[in-house]
Every structure is written in structure tokens, then in C-alpha cells.
């Protein structure tokens, strides 16, 4: 076993810098240390473990598996030494330079980001949120679980034991055509949107796991997907130029009108209800300054959101993952 006396502990936060940022610029600049002092650190470090960790690139540096398996564990230990000296003068927003990483896969992600750190802006200046705003990643439970992410956003529960899910707001969706569509003349007695091909995003691998409500209806439409997309932008965009059906969360729906000419098929059933919850490891539910950062996220959303849709929340309290209730809802073109 490795003696931790012959370790400078002083340089993992340079790893995890290095790790982060992807270039030794990046590092340098946010440890405020020159470039030749990152670049010695790292060759302690490289010596320390007996691994290159990162290997330059034409932009940056590209992680060694050695470094993608050390740098959870390396973060989560950071994390706990920051949160545990942050804890012991008591949490105060106003002069912690706290940093939290924040996954936001759902549509609004981007928006939101915004929401949040203008939120902070006053409140917790030195505060620093990170966000990923990507779609879903497959190992998202794992990040959170080992600390690459303090904190989640999702219309998926998560399945690890050790994480919590609480709802947040209720999501749903809404057909959405371009002004003047054929579909919005109504007087057909089969619903509008039957016989239109949608445009969609790509259905993720776990929407089979998603609580859903409501989608019997939706099914039954038989709808025909035409088109799979990565980002809700591109929906938007298809939608607004062409004929297709455009499958939108209701939470966008006023800047899909707004901003993109889109108008609501009328004649629809009622929109599924689909839960969003905010995930996180149970054991940082106590921790002020993680509940400082789900309180202020909690609000950027619901502020959003009542902008957005009739404020509905999918109750109160906390949902451990092991009570959070699954249903199966087949491919039927109206993944949102």
C-alpha cells in the first residue's frame, strides 16, 4: 500500500483541474499557478503513480484510463475536504468558493443553467456551478454515485440504491406544427396529427423506465415517427419549416410559439405526466451547502416552469429510488 506520507496532497487539486479544464492553460488559470508549475505537478504526479495520466493532444490533453479511474475517487475526497472545512466555519453563501458539478439532460438544461447562475450572481458570488447540459449519458447513476456530479436533473429515476430522487415539477407534451398547418384546420374526425410524420428526439436507451401516466391515449394514436433528432432545438427548427409534427415538452411550448411560429394541435388527448426529479446522493442531504444548492435550483425551475405551463408539482417530500414506481411505455413516437 502506497504510504500517503510520500504523496504531496497539495497536487490533487491539480490533477483534478487538469482533469477538468482538458489543457494545462485551463489548469493554470484556475489554480492561479503558471504553466510550468501545472507542468511540474503533473511530472510528480506521473511519478507518484507510475501512469502518464494525460497525453497531449492538438487541443489539450486527452486522460489515460488510469486517470479516468483515479479522478472520481480523487474528486469525491476533494469534495469531502471542501465541504467538511466549509461545514465546520458554517456554510455561508455569500463568501464560499465552493464548486459544484450540475447535469441538466433534460431539453430546458440550458435555460436553466442560466436561471441558476443568475440566481447565484448576487447571493453566492464565489460560489462555481459547472454544468453538463448533454444528453443523457448511460452512466450518469455511476457519475453521481462517485462524485463526478454533485447533482441532477432528469425526467429518469435513477436505479442506484445509494442516490435520491425528488420531484421537482411535472413535465408533458404537446404536438406542435407550424402556423397554417394542415392539422390546425380541424373538422377531421380522426385526430390531426395521424397521417403527419413527427420529429422527435432520439429515444433514449432507459425511456422504458420512465413513470409515465396517461399514455395509454398517446399510444393509441398510432403515431408514425419521420424523423429522429439529437437536441429539442433541431425539433423546433424541422417543425417551424415543414410539414411535420414537432413532439414538444410542454415546458417549451411558449418559446416554440414565441420563437419559432409553432402553434398546439388541438383535438389531442391529455399530455402524459411525466415527473422530474432532482437526484443526488442520500448521504449529501444534510450537507447546508448541497441543500443551499437544490433549494436554488428547485426555484430556478419552478420559476421557469410557471412561466412556461400551469404550475403542477409532482408532490412534496422526498422519494428514496427503491419507492420510485416504473411503468413501461413503448415506442410510440411521443418520447419528448
Known sequence: MLNLRAIDLNLLPV??????????????????????????????LRATFGDELFVRQ??????????????????????????????????????SRRRFTVAIPHPLGPLLAVRLMESLASVAPGVEVVFSTRSRPLDLDKDLAAGRFDLA???????????????????????????????????????????????RLRPRTDWSALPVGGVKEWLALGLRVGLEVSEMLEVLAVAS????????????????????????????????????????????????????????LAAAVRDFVAGAQPPTRAGKGRMPVSKVRTARAKSSGLEP
Open 241 to 296: 419549416r415543414s410539414d411535420m409534427v414537432g413532439i414538444v415538452p410542454t415546458s417549451l411550448a411558449s418559446i416554440a410559439r414565441r420563437d419559432f411560429g409553432l402553434e398546439a394541435v388541438p383535438g389531442l388527448p391529455a399530455s402524459p405526466s411525466i415527473p422530474v426529479w432532482m437526484v443526488y446522493r442520500e448521504a449529501r442531504r444534510a450537507e447546508p451547502s448541497h441543500a443551499f444548492l437544490r433549494e436554488r
Open 153 to 199: 436533473l432528469d425526467w429518469l429515476a435513477p436505479r442506484a440504491g445509494s442516490l435520491t430522487a425528488d420531484p421537482v415539477f411535472t413535465e408533458g407534451i404537446a404536438a406542435m406544427v407550424r402556423s397554417g398547418h394542415p392539422a390546425l384546420a380541424g373538422g377531421k374526425r380522426r385526430p390531426p396529427v395521424v397521417g403527419w410524420p413527427l420529429v
Open 58 to 95: 492538438s487541443r489539450g490533453m486527452r486522460p489515460t484510463p488510469a486517470a479516468d479511474a483515479l479522478y472520481g475517487r480523487v474528486r469525491e475526497a476533494l469534495a469531502i475536504v471542501r465541504g467538511a472545512i466549509d461545514e465546520s466555519r458554517g456554510f455561508d453563501p455569500a463568501t
Open 15 to 44: 490533477f483534478e483541474a487538469a482533469y477538468e479544464e482538458g489543457s494545462l492553460s485551463g489548469a493554470a488559470r484556475r489554480l492561479s499557478l503558471t504553466q510550468p508549475a501545472v507542468s511540474h505537478a503533473l511530472a510528480r
